[in-house]
């Protein structure tokens, strides 16, 4: 159907469209010890960024992730329900065709065909490529090339003539119906546009962008890395409360450090109270739950545990999500012993175990004025904020 000759007072029906991501290669390349897809790229895995960005347009109807055959499950924990993950297959066309196969769209709707390799995905792009396909039978985003090109032959070296010549990106659209019909021969194929033009397809180009660049190398990831960081997520705060009741005894241990008292912290493990608020706000801040959940009060072998094991936990927890501690504040609530002597000792021990810098972690202190269980000497309470940002480390 030519649309130029659609009377204006008829709407067309607004198109589904599916978003394939296929993250199924081994990107060897790229270097590290995971998959460049599954690598962090200013705080998320390389093929969560496209994933956010196609969930929240609101054309798409339906996203299918086609991963390395063995890693759906740790693709799964980073997506959504309703994600369809599907295990790719021995090459980019086979892994196409199995996330074609997972498509519940009409075949006269929209199938957009994606590298996650490609991080740098923008709405204004999937919505470029919807409009041309009003009038195509494919399209793709793609950049005229700037440089000179030279083709060498032997010991010679010819000029190449760079008018119409483009780089070809990704996402490329098609009607689900003809890209399943052009790759149901056996051919492997450079790309999916080939695909179509095989069967005699047209293909219009949309403008792509540097940012929509594919990571291959290892410098590709730091590249795009830079460019993407403005849109990256923003810091996550996470509070944190503990309290324990003081007996008759001799010490008690807070941030690390044995302050010699007439009364001690009862608890299953040293009773840190305040590292317990502050563990507590670490994970908050990324709502990876509670202490309790990680250290339940009821196992036995967390008596008497030194609470340092708690909040080295928590930190690298938070980094294997992708966040990084940035700064902690923490108040504790108490009659006596008195903090302030005590409080630079804390903050050394805290950084210890945390890996801030001194600046980056407070301590304070304060009575309650003699009034509740803290002024009547029957506990200490601690209270902790954690700021975590966005861990922007390329390995
Ligand atoms: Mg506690």
Request: net charge negative; charged share 20%.
């Amino acid at each position: 159907m030519d649309v130029a000759f659609l009377p204006q007072t008829i709407i067309q029906p607004r198109m589904q469209i599916a978003m394939i991501i296929v993250s199924a290669g081994r990107g060897q390349r790229a270097g590290g010890d995971v998959s460049k897809q599954m690598r962090l790229l200013a705080g998320k895995p390389v093929f969560k960024w496209s994933l956010d960005v196609s969930l929240a347009h609101p054309d798409v109807t339906q996203c299918v992730l086609v991963v390395p055959k063995g890693e759906e499950t740790t693709y799964r924990e980073h997506c959504p329900d309703h994600v369809y993950v599907v295990s790719g297959g021995e090459t980019r066309t086979a892994s196409v065709r199995a996330g074609l196969a997972a498509c519940s769209v009409g075949d006269h709707d929209l199938v957009l065909i994606h590298d996650a390799a490609r991080p740098g995905l923008t709405k204004t792009n999937i919505s470029a490529l919807t409009q041309a396909m009003l009038e195509a039978d494919a399209a793709a985003p793609a950049i005229a090339v700037a440089d000179a090109l030279k083709r060498q032959t032997g010991g010679s070296v010819q000029d190449v003539d760079r008018t119409n010549l483009f780089r070809i990106q990704t996402p490329q659209a098609f009607r689900l119906g003809s890209i399943k019909r052009a790759l149901e021969s056996e051919k492997t194929y450079v790309d999916d546009l080939a695909a179509v033009e095989d069967q005699g397809g047209s293909v219009v180009l949309t403008e792509g962008s540097e940012q929509l660049a594919k990571i291959t190398y290892p410098e590709d990831h730091a590249r795009l890395e830079a460019l993407l960081m403005p849109i990256s997520p923003t810091p996550r705060l996470g509070t944190g409360y503990d309290v324990h009741a003081l007996e008759t005894g001799d010490q008690v241990t807070i941030c690390g450090v044995s302050i010699p008292h007439t009364q001690s912290l009862v608890g299953h493990s040293d009773a840190d109270v305040a590292w317990h608020a502050l563990t507590d706000a670490i994970l908050g801040a990324a709502a990876l739950g509670d202490i309790g959940d990680h250290f339940p009060p009821s196992d036995p072998q967390w008596k008497g545990a030194d609470s340092a094991v708690f909040l080295a936990h928590a930190v690298k927890l938070v980094e294997t999500k992708g966040w990084a501690l940035a700064s902690c504040d923490i108040t504790i609530i108490c009659e006596a012993p008195k903090v302030k002597p005590h409080r630079d000792a804390m903050r050394t021990r805290t950084a210890d175990i945390t890996g801030l810098p001194l600046d980056a972690i407070s301590v304070k202190a304060t009575t309650s004025e003699g009034l509740g269980f803290t002024g009547r000497r029957e506990g200490i309470a601690a209270q902790a904020s954690a700021v975590l940002a966005p861990l922007t480390l390329s390995n």
